[in-house]
């Protein structure tokens, strides 16, 4: 698991699919998320994702910010949303 | 994506080093961030100290250097289950850092350039189990690593041993900093296997 030199260390917002539709039943990165630091708005899939950590960090690509956090357990996950004002979820009528 | 060297004619796998319940040992040294790595210049870094009571103690890279330095080896144990034996470092011990620091805390909240923290309670720091560490295997600590300096608490999973240390809150209670504040164990005992809160 080194890191190669000059390669970025974060994937984009996609890497949070698979993680996230073990919790919810809709896909979560089309929902549309602002960023509580810089107010930016986008889509979860548009999030830098760092995952060589001891869980999934979803940070701003405006300002940096954790905009999510995500730590999947033997028996339970922890997600935190707290550095997103709202998700926008797209729901079919 | 462990990197194995069939070749390496390094010391036996097992030679005196114990392996915690649920980690293998790897050769090479994973890096884990929760984020961009921070460049911190040594001109414009500093470590601080802050009690209860406001009071702040500082420390300029020239300080931290004109301290007393230890060299010592340690195994490092990560709670995503590798160890890594042996590991060589050079720092300032948080006795000498914590020694003129006057406070009634029991708990510690550290923090990082970059923005991450991580608690632990104060007396994991003292009597000889933590460092500021600036040097790893006899060269400067690279940034990926967590240099310019870096905490290191080796008694506990790697995750308490912050990288990029900037400073240390010292707390009456136990305050979750990163990973403790989204499921994992306020204090990460790899020998008692305490990954996640409940274990
Ligand atoms: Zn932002």
Same mark, same amino acid.
């Given at each position: ?19 996230? !539709? ?16 810089? #107010?930016?708005? #986008? ?11 001891? #869980? ?5 690509? #405006? ?29 079919? !009528? | ?39 911190? %210049? ?21 300080? $931290? ?24 470092? &050079? ?6 850092? $914590? ?22 309670? $104060? ?6 189990? %933590? ?5 790893? &295997?006899? %060269? ?21 041993? %912050? ?11 136990? &305050? ?24």
């Amino acid at each position: 698991m080194t890191t190669d030199a000059g390669a970025p260390s974060y994937q984009d917002g996609n890497a949070l699919a698979g993680p996230l !539709s073990e919790l919810f039943t809709v896909d979560l990165t089309t929902a549309l998320t602002r960023c509580t630091g810089c #107010g930016a708005a #986008g889509p979860l899939a548009g999030l830098r994702v760092y995952a060589h950590a001891p #869980g999934l960090v979803g940070r701003c690509p #405006g300002c940096g910010q954790v905009v999510l956090r995500l730590v999947r357990g033997p028996r339970a996950a922890w997600l935190d949303l707290r550095g997103t004002v709202a998700l926008r979820i797209p729901l079919g !009528s | 994506m462990t990197v194995i060297s069939p070749g390496f004619r390094g010391r036996p796998r097992t030679s005196g080093h114990r392996l915690p319940p649920g980690q293998y040992e790897t050769r090479d040294f994973p890096v884990l961030s929760a984020g961009p790595t921070p460049r911190v %210049a040594r001109e414009d870094w500093e470590f601080t100290v802050t009690t209860e009571t406001g009071d702040r103690y500082r420390w300029t890279w020239g300080d $931290l250097l004109s301290l007393p330095a230890e060299r010592f080896t340690v195994d490092l144990h990560c709670v995503t289950r590798w160890s890594k034996f042996g590991t060589s470092w &050079e720092g300032v011990s948080l006795d000498v850092l $914590l020694g003129t620091v006057q406070s009634a805390s029991d708990y510690a909240l550290v923090s990082a350039y970059g923005g991450y923290t991580t608690n632990l309670p $104060l007396a994991d720091l003292l009597n000889g189990q %933590a460092w500021i560490a600036h040097r790893y &295997e006899g %060269a400067d600590l690279p940034a990926e690593h967590g240099g310019p300096a870096r905490l290191l608490v080796p008694h506990l999973y790697l995750w308490k041993s %912050a990288k990029w240390v900037r400073g240390i809150e010292l707390t009456a209670r136990s &305050e979750p900093g990163f990973w403790e504040s989204v499921g994992y164990h306020d204090y990460g005992d790899p020998w008692r296997e305490q990954r996640y809160q409940g274990d």
